[in-house]
T-cell receptor
């Protein structure tokens, strides 16, 4: 049973399109995150939700909008995709803020 | 200074040797520290957490934290080719935020 599952695993899309990535965790964790990993493998936090409440909103373009319908789900919607958005996006969860993470398998987004 | 700094490597060690991975951090990072392993094309996997000064051992892995000198290290004893991966150091900044280093690539030579 997958602990943190993300869909889709791969996403290839044209510039200007809108796309969503979904994440679900079945660990009962309170906190969920979105991270972006660039081509140099640097992991940068984008958003974090604790019990459906947004607690971290880093400096990302407002084309990126997270949504947490309940504490087991955290989705990421991206409007007007740009070439620079190409990266691997990881969802993660932790029991509480400041605990170690369990990561999803990642979504490789390629904007062409 | 970067908030969490690691040497990118690659660090090459022979099979059976001890691999020593180091990480330094700035004043903005404190409290809790973590080591993750990331195989190429895969997601990071938590292997160790450490919260207080000193050593913490788990199997072949030992994490060491020295808050006065602001460094945290990971020792891997009896290194195996399957340990070849990128090792990411992370620390918490404030209550909610988690800062990752850029990772050290480890190569264990058979």
């Amino acid at each position: 049973d997958t602990a943190v599952s993300q869909t889709p695993k791969y996403l290839v899309t044209q510039m200007g399109n809108d796309k969503s990535i979904k994440c679900e965790q079945n660990l009962g964790h309170d906190t969920m995150y979105w991270y972006k990993q660039d081509s140099k493998k640097f992991l940068k936090i984008m958003f974090s939700y604790n019990n459906k409440e947004l607690i971290i909103n880093e400096t990302v373009p407002n084309r990126f909008s997270p949504k947490s319908p309940d504490k087991a789900h955290l989705n990421l919607h991206i409007n007007s995709l740009e070439l620079g958005d190409s990266a691997v996006y990881f969802c993660a969860s932790s029991p509480r803020t400041g605990d170690g993470y369990t990561f999803g398998s990642g979504t490789r987004l390629t904007v062409v | 200074q970067k908030e969490v700094e690691q040497n990118s490597g690659p660090l090459s060690v022979p099979e059976g040797a001890i691999a020593s991975l180091n990480c330094t951090y700035s004043d903005r990072v404190s409290q809790s520290f973590f080591w993750y392993r990331q195989y190429s094309g895969k997601s990071p996997e938590l292997i160790m957490s450490i919260y207080s000064n000193g050593d913490k051992e788990d199997g072949r892995f030992t994490a060491q934290l020295n808050k006065a000198s602001q460094y945290v290290s990971l020792l891997i004893r009896d290194s195996q080719p399957s340990d070849s991966a990128t090792y990411l150091c992370a620390g918490t900044s404030g209550t909610y935020k988690y800062i990752f280093g850029t990772g050290t690539r480890l190569k264990v030579l058979a």
